[in-house]
Protein backbone atom coordinates (compact mmCIF):
# COMPACT_ATOMS: atom_id res chain seq x y z
CA UNK A 1 0.00 0.00 0.00
CA UNK A 2 1.49 3.15 -0.77
CA UNK A 3 2.57 5.35 2.03
CA UNK A 4 -0.07 8.22 1.34
CA UNK A 5 -3.32 5.49 1.54
CA UNK A 6 -1.05 3.93 4.56
CA UNK A 7 -1.15 7.16 6.66
CA UNK A 8 -4.87 7.88 5.72
CA UNK A 9 -5.81 4.81 6.72
CA UNK A 10 -3.44 5.62 10.26
CA UNK A 11 -5.51 8.65 10.76
CA UNK A 12 -9.65 7.99 10.08
CA UNK A 13 -11.01 4.43 11.14
CA UNK A 14 -13.38 4.88 8.50
CA UNK A 15 -13.71 7.02 5.26
CA UNK A 16 -17.24 7.23 3.72
CA UNK A 17 -17.40 8.06 0.35
CA UNK A 18 -20.47 8.95 -2.00
CA UNK A 19 -21.78 7.15 -4.77
CA UNK A 20 -20.95 9.00 -7.63
CA UNK A 21 -17.18 9.29 -5.99
CA UNK A 22 -16.86 5.54 -5.82
CA UNK A 23 -17.92 5.36 -9.03
CA UNK A 24 -15.46 8.54 -10.68
CA UNK A 25 -12.21 6.81 -9.01
CA UNK A 26 -13.00 3.78 -10.41
CA UNK A 27 -13.37 4.22 -13.67
CA UNK A 28 -9.66 5.19 -13.00
CA UNK A 29 -9.53 1.51 -14.37
CA UNK A 30 -9.35 2.25 -18.03
CA UNK A 31 -6.48 5.02 -17.60
CA UNK A 32 -4.47 2.10 -15.05
CA UNK A 33 -4.59 4.24 -12.01
CA UNK A 34 -2.59 2.82 -9.60
CA UNK A 35 -4.66 4.09 -6.89
CA UNK A 36 -8.07 1.81 -8.04
CA UNK A 37 -6.55 -1.51 -6.21
CA UNK A 38 -6.00 -0.01 -2.98
CA UNK A 39 -9.40 1.79 -3.34
CA UNK A 40 -11.15 -1.83 -3.93
CA UNK A 41 -9.25 -3.47 -1.48
CA UNK A 42 -10.54 -0.63 1.00
CA UNK A 43 -13.68 -0.73 -0.13
CA UNK A 44 -13.66 -4.84 0.61
CA UNK A 45 -12.43 -4.54 3.93
CA UNK A 46 -15.06 -2.19 4.83
CA UNK A 47 -12.23 1.17 5.64
CA UNK A 48 -14.22 2.67 3.03
CA UNK A 49 -17.49 2.99 3.17
CA UNK A 50 -19.46 4.07 -0.58
CA UNK A 51 -22.91 5.20 1.10
CA UNK A 52 -25.58 7.70 -1.06
CA UNK A 53 -27.28 10.57 1.21
CA UNK A 54 -30.60 12.47 0.09
CA UNK A 55 -29.97 15.56 -1.74
CA UNK A 56 -30.10 18.95 0.59
CA UNK A 57 -31.46 22.05 0.49
CA UNK A 58 -29.29 24.90 -0.90
CA UNK A 59 -26.49 23.24 -2.15
CA UNK A 60 -25.48 25.22 -5.62
CA UNK A 61 -26.98 23.64 -9.03
CA UNK A 62 -23.78 23.70 -10.81
CA UNK A 63 -21.64 20.98 -9.11
CA UNK A 64 -20.88 18.35 -9.71
CA UNK A 65 -23.22 14.90 -8.43
CA UNK A 66 -19.86 13.35 -6.81
CA UNK A 67 -19.65 17.41 -5.11
CA UNK A 68 -23.36 17.82 -4.22
CA UNK A 69 -23.68 13.67 -3.00
CA UNK A 70 -20.20 14.61 -1.00
CA UNK A 71 -21.93 17.90 0.67
CA UNK A 72 -25.11 16.06 1.61
CA UNK A 73 -23.12 13.03 2.67
CA UNK A 74 -21.25 15.30 5.12
CA UNK A 75 -24.43 16.30 6.72
CA UNK A 76 -25.89 12.87 6.81
CA UNK A 77 -23.03 11.63 8.49
CA UNK A 78 -22.31 13.98 11.15
CA UNK A 79 -18.36 13.90 10.03
CA UNK A 80 -15.70 15.45 11.31
CA UNK A 81 -13.84 16.57 7.95
CA UNK A 82 -14.88 16.93 4.12
CA UNK A 83 -12.09 16.46 2.10
CA UNK A 84 -12.66 18.21 -1.08
CA UNK A 85 -10.65 20.04 -3.42
CA UNK A 86 -13.15 21.80 -5.70
CA UNK A 87 -13.26 25.36 -4.76
CA UNK A 88 -16.90 26.79 -5.77
CA UNK A 89 -18.41 23.21 -3.84
CA UNK A 90 -16.23 24.21 -0.61
CA UNK A 91 -17.24 27.54 -0.17
CA UNK A 92 -20.65 25.48 -0.51
CA UNK A 93 -20.15 23.48 1.95
CA UNK A 94 -18.53 25.75 4.28
CA UNK A 95 -21.57 28.12 3.78
CA UNK A 96 -23.89 25.48 5.30
CA UNK A 97 -21.11 25.15 8.19
CA UNK A 98 -19.14 22.70 7.65
CA UNK A 99 -15.42 22.02 8.28
CA UNK A 100 -14.05 21.43 4.85
CA UNK A 101 -10.39 20.89 4.25
CA UNK A 102 -8.25 19.80 0.90
CA UNK A 103 -6.37 16.66 0.72
CA UNK A 104 -3.17 18.43 1.02
CA UNK A 105 -3.87 19.34 4.51
CA UNK A 106 -3.26 16.05 5.32
CA UNK A 107 -0.06 16.40 5.02
CA UNK A 108 0.38 19.25 7.28
CA UNK A 109 -1.90 17.70 9.56
CA UNK A 110 0.62 14.40 9.27
CA UNK A 111 3.42 16.75 9.96
CA UNK A 112 2.46 18.81 12.50
CA UNK A 113 0.26 16.27 14.76
CA UNK A 114 1.13 12.16 13.62
CA UNK A 115 4.67 12.87 13.54
CA UNK A 116 5.57 12.45 10.02
CA UNK A 117 8.58 13.94 8.63
CA UNK A 118 8.81 17.19 7.04
CA UNK A 119 10.81 15.51 4.01
CA UNK A 120 8.57 12.48 4.01
CA UNK A 121 5.50 14.90 3.81
CA UNK A 122 7.05 17.15 0.55
CA UNK A 123 8.03 13.78 -1.20
CA UNK A 124 3.85 12.69 -0.44
CA UNK A 125 3.19 16.26 -1.95
CA UNK A 126 5.43 15.33 -4.69
CA UNK A 127 4.38 12.22 -5.67
CA UNK A 128 0.35 13.54 -5.51
CA UNK A 129 1.36 16.35 -8.03
CA UNK A 130 2.93 13.12 -9.86
CA UNK A 131 -0.31 11.15 -10.66
CA UNK A 132 -2.25 14.17 -11.65
CA UNK A 133 -3.25 16.31 -8.51
CA UNK A 134 -3.84 19.83 -9.68
CA UNK A 135 -2.16 22.57 -7.77
CA UNK A 136 -0.79 26.00 -9.07
CA UNK A 137 2.56 26.62 -8.62
CA UNK A 138 1.64 29.33 -5.95
CA UNK A 139 -0.25 26.65 -3.89
CA UNK A 140 2.55 23.81 -4.03
CA UNK A 141 5.01 26.30 -3.07
CA UNK A 142 2.80 27.42 -0.06
CA UNK A 143 2.09 24.03 1.00
CA UNK A 144 5.34 23.41 1.19
CA UNK A 145 6.57 26.21 3.31
CA UNK A 146 3.50 25.15 5.69
CA UNK A 147 5.06 21.88 5.66
CA UNK A 148 8.65 22.87 6.39
CA UNK A 149 7.18 25.83 8.91
Known amino acids: ?49 VSGAPPIAGIPENLGRGE ?7 RQEQADWLLMDDLVASRAARLLGMEVRPVVYLLIYWTRKAGTGKDS ?29
Open 1 to 49: MPAFWRLLKATFTEVVIPTAVSEEILRGKEIGSPDVPVIEGSIREGWIR
Open 68 to 74: EEAIALM
Open 121 to 149: AIELLDELVNTGYRLSVRDYLAIKDMIQG
